[in-house]
């Protein structure tokens, strides 16, 4: 405070004359007609696009909001899709009784950290068990599927991402019957390959590959990629299949992970002796 | 009473007295609009003499330029333009400053520093003033080819009757 004062005594003119200036522009402003108006009309022009300029920044502060209002809807509405139920359609007699059972809720969540720029991705989500996250879920987003959580905590899960050296997803052609294993053999991050593919099957490229739904981790249908590339395997009557991934795994923000209500279900039948 | 003072005092009314009734009448300009205005009080904030106070200069050049704005109908015009060529002052001495330095006690005449510097000193300090003063007349640079004519005309006009004056009266402090 005194040093400000100190300026203000050293610099007195200086103070003086902005005072004083400061004072006269009022004055002209306020009793002289034309520089009124030049005034008035230069105040609304730049008032104008001073109160533009804070809409955009109040309306950009709101769209994460926005946003998180907009996956909570999303998740909800991926709840009704039709793979997310589990038919319970029993024939009686000629009795029909369609009723759907709720098969695969879907929680909203977002990725809050990454593993470094490298193959192996991992992803740490903000939703936790606590939320209903737990081990062996699937998690996509809306370009397809992202990965598999792998730990959970509280409050949030690591996921695995499609490109880890261990995942294995039960993936097949969408509208055709053959289905095989994806996994990432390294190298591209774009792409994937699709093993096991039976060398009959009408594979071209550019059809899209998709969720099976065999692993109970995933609803049927959920896009992964679209056929890159078809390489017979000499001795072997199948085809690797090399998947350009709809995903960018650098640049995924959001993700949806799917919870299988019936899991215990499926679990239980997996116990019994076969 | 100091002899500066007392010099300072007429120049402040006979100045002031000489812009309101006299040369206010001197215009010039087409179109509706004035090119040519006489404006000789400036004079009066050239010739106070070196060791007056920065703020005193900035103070003075208020109260003149008030008080023609007091008659000019035109309040804050004058007056922020004069007071704006008082704080420079300063900055256009230190850049005109003769090799040899000022002598603190002087009044920045022809007769203490030369023809030559004089001309130079009044040019540059009528040129601010009246580009300042013309500035703040149209509010706006968006007319800067119009400022920039006024302010030709005004200076061409405006230096005339300075000079003049300066040589009939030949100030000394």
């Known amino acids: ?274 | 009473m100091d002899k500066a003072l007392t010099n300072s005092i007429i120049r402040f009314v006979l100045l002031w007295a000489l812009q309101v009734f006299l040369l206010k009448q001197i215009y010039w300009g087409w179109g509706g609009e004035v090119y040519l205005q006489v404006q000789l009080y400036p004079l009066f904030i050239l010739l106070l003499p070196f060791n007056t106070p920065r703020g005193v200069v900035v103070l003075l050049g208020f109260f003149l330029g008030f008080a023609v704005d007091w008659l000019y109908d035109s309040p804050g015009m004058n007056a922020g333009a004069l007071v704006f060529t008082a704080f420079i002052r300063d900055i256009v001495l230190r850049i005109l400053t003769p090799r040899e330095g000022y002598n603190i006690k002087d009044t920045p005449t022809k007769d203490s520093l030369g023809h030559t510097w004089f001309f130079q000193y009044a040019a540059i300090m009528m040129l601010l003033h009246l580009f300042f003063y013309f500035s703040l007349e149209a509010f706006t640079f968006v007319y800067i080819k119009s400022i920039l004519l006024k302010v030709l005309f005004s200076w061409l006009g405006s230096m005339f009757f300075l000079l003049t004056s300066v040589y009939i009266t030949n100030p000394k402090i």
């Open chain 1, 1 to 274: 405070m005194s040093s400000l004062l100190q300026t203000i005594a050293r610099r007195g003119a200086f103070f003086l004359f902005a005072t004083l200036e400061i004072g006269c522009i009022y004055l002209v402003i306020k009793y002289n007609s034309s520089q009124q108006e030049v005034a008035n009309s230069s105040w609304l022009l730049y008032s104008g696009r001073l109160m533009e300029e804070r809409e955009q920044i109040k309306e950009y502060l709101k769209l994460d909001q926005l946003n998180q209002q907009l996956r909570e809807e999303n998740a909800k509405l991926l709840s009704r899709m039709p793979n997310a139920f589990y038919t319970e359609k029993v024939v009686i007699d000629s009795v029909q009784n369609d009723s759907l059972r709720q098969r695969y809720t879907i929680i909203a969540a977002e990725i809050i950290n990454k593993s470094p720029l490298s193959g192996n991705i991992t992803y740490v989500l903000n939703r936790g068990y606590i939320h209903g996250v737990e081990p062996h879920q699937g998690v996509f987003n809306q370009e397809g599927v992202v990965g598999i959580v792998t730990q959970v905590s509280p409050r949030h899960a690591r996921v695995m991402s499609l490109m880890h050296r261990d995942m294995r997803l039960s993936a097949g052609l969408r509208a055709k019957a053959y289905f095989g294993t994806l996994r990432w053999v390294g190298g591209d991050t774009r792409y994937a390959t699709l093993s096991a593919i039976p060398e009959y099957a009408p594979v071209a490229t550019g059809d899209t590959v998709e969720t099976t739904g065999y692993s109970n981790i995933f609803p049927t249908g959920i896009a992964i990629g679209t056929v890159h590339e078809i390489q017979p395997i000499s001795g072997e009557n199948t085809y690797n299949i090399k998947v350009k991934l709809f995903n960018d795994f650098f640049n995924v923000n959001h993700a949806y992970i799917v919870r299988d209500l019936l899991k215990e279900d499926l679990e239980q039948l997996d116990k019994q002796p076969q």
